[in-house]
C-alpha cells in the first residue's frame, strides 16, 4: 500500500467547505494556476469534474493530465485524494 502526504491526510480528513484546488493532493502552485484559468479554482469544482467522469480514476487523471499537464504521479495522487474523500463523505 502507498503512503499518502500530510497533504493528503489533511484533505481527506475532513469537509471539502471552499478550499483552493491547491488543497487538493498532487496539485501545486503551478498547475493550480492552470486548472483556476480553466475555471477550476476550487477543491469543490475539480471533485465535479470527477464525479462527472464517474468516480472513474484512469478518466479522471488522463483528463487532469490534458487540463493541467499534471504528469501521471501528481493526477493519481488526486484521483486518489478524491476517491478517498468520496468514500468519507458521499
Not at 475555471?39 to 480514476?57: I, M, N, P, T
Request: aromatic share 8%.
Amino acid at each position: 500500500m502507498s503512503t499518502t502526504s500530510q497533504k493528503h491526510r489533511d484533505f481527506v480528513g475532513e469537509p471539502m467547505g471552499d478550499k483552493p484546488v491547491t488543497a487538493l493532493s498532487g496539485i501545486g502552485e503551478i498547475l493550480g494556476k492552470k486548472l483556476e484559468q480553466q475555471g477550476f479554482d476550487k477543491a469543490s469544482v475539480v471533485l465535479g469534474q470527477f464525479l462527472l467522469l464517474r468516480k472513474d480514476s484512469e478518466m479522471f487523471t488522463e483528463w487532469l493530465k490534458d487540463a493541467s499537464g499534471a504528469n501521471s504521479r501528481q493526477a493519481g495522487s488526486c484521483a486518489q485524494c478524491l476517491r478517498e474523500w468520496c468514500d468519507a463523505f458521499l
